[in-house]
């Protein structure tokens, strides 16, 4: 495994690296903006191809890189489903994978710090964003923060892990760069109470300032959907409205980009093609499944995915690749379930 440690002095926040060799996939997790230069010339460096940027919540002091990376490398973006943000590509829940080639990280719900927080585990490291800090824990006296809840997620779910699972945490302002369950539980002074309601009482009595950056980042980072008007302006996209009206006629394939998961947990538009979005260059290229569908029975592709943004990269891709007939749903099949759509399972 590929692993880097990444920081920004500012924020003082910690973002992590990761891939498995092969072909290169690669995913980040909580990327900073003003870093992403730096991340894309790494990634350059290693000779990986990025395909996930993941954030483990709303992050309140600084902004997000995941629209940047998105709009530079056309990865996939992921959040929890618990999320305020207005687009991301991808939505995880409790005890899913979030996964790239040769790696699948644990997928945990860890409310507390915030209503939309997640933890994400392999087997010998959890990287656990504001929820558990070294020597800390987040704080839990905005964005729905709830101590109780982060007090379950920590004794609960994250002290739960194996003693010798390193932490690696999205902050840290010691200067320390990684600790283990157990240095924890032995050590961290916010994790030595005897119940929810200590632990509660301790964590509403801290009296903190907000963040410098509260009141700028917040609004930010709910705004990182990926600006889909050239899609729109191009003619290429249609509303579910419009994709119930062409559906089902013989000179349309549906393609879908969403992965087994996303299709198992919330089913499919029935007669769909399935290629996920990571293989989708591979496919529309050159004697590729798509370009050969494509151009030997002049069917129109229509693209979809969970929220349209996918399919709004992959639309200016299968132009690019000389594929003029390719569409998108916009709003995925989130906007054809409100369209009454019918779903497969």
Request: glycine share 8%; charged share 25%; proline share 4%.
């Given at each position: ?263 198992q947990r919330n089913g499919t538009i029935p007669g769909s093609l399935h290629v996920p979005y990571p ?12 370009h050969e569908l494509a151009t030997s029975t002049r069917k129109r592709l229509l693209f979809y995915c ?40």
């Amino acid at each position: 495994m590929i692993f880097r440690q990444l920081f920004d002095p500012v924020s003082s926040t910690y973002s992590y690296l990761l891939a498995s060799r092969n072909g290169g996939e690669a995913l980040i997790i909580d990327p900073v903006l003003e870093r992403v230069d730096r991340y894309l010339q790494l990634i350059h460096e290693l000779d990986l191809k990025l395909v996930k940027a993941v954030d483990t919540h709303l992050h309140a002091d600084h902004i997000t890189g995941l629209g940047a990376l998105r709009d530079k490398t056309h990865c996939i973006t992921v959040m929890g489903e618990q999320t305020k943000a207005d687009v991301v590509s991808m939505r995880l829940s409790d005890n899913e994978k979030l996964t790239i080639e040769g790696l699948a990280l644990d997928v945990i719900y860890t409310p507390g710090h915030t209503d939309d927080s997640y933890s994400f585990v392999l087997p010998d490291r959890v990287f656990t964003g504001d929820t558990l800090l070294i020597r800390g824990t987040g704080r839990t006296d905005f964005q729905n923060g709830d101590p109780r809840a982060q007090y379950e997620s920590i004794f609960g779910r994250l002290l739960k892990l194996p003693e010798s699972t390193m932490v690696f945490p999205a902050h840290d302002y010691k200067g320390d760069t990684v600790s283990t369950i157990g240095e924890e539980k032995a050590f961290n002074p916010r994790l030595q109470v005897k119940s929810a309601d200590e632990y509660a009482d301790l964590m509403n009595n801290l009296k903190l300032a907000n963040p410098k950056m509260m009141d700028v980042a917040v609004p930010a980072n709910m705004k990182v959907g990926m600006n889909q008007d050239n899609v729109m302006r191009h003619g290429w996209a249609l509303t579910a409205q419009q994709a119930l009206g062409v559906v089902g006629l013989g000179d349309v394939a549906l393609v879908d980009l969403r992965e087994n998961a996303e299709r198992q947990r919330n089913g499919t538009i029935p007669g769909s093609l399935h290629v996920p979005y990571p293989s989708l260059e591979e496919s529309i290229g050159a004697g590729g499944t798509l370009h050969e569908l494509a151009t030997s029975t002049r069917k129109r592709l229509l693209f979809y995915c969970a929220f349209g943004e996918r399919s709004a990269m992959a639309v200016q891709a299968a132009h690019d690749a000389g594929l003029p007939l390719a569409f998108h749903i916009q709003g995925g099949i989130d906007a054809w379930k409100k369209a009454d759509g019918p779903i497969a399972h």
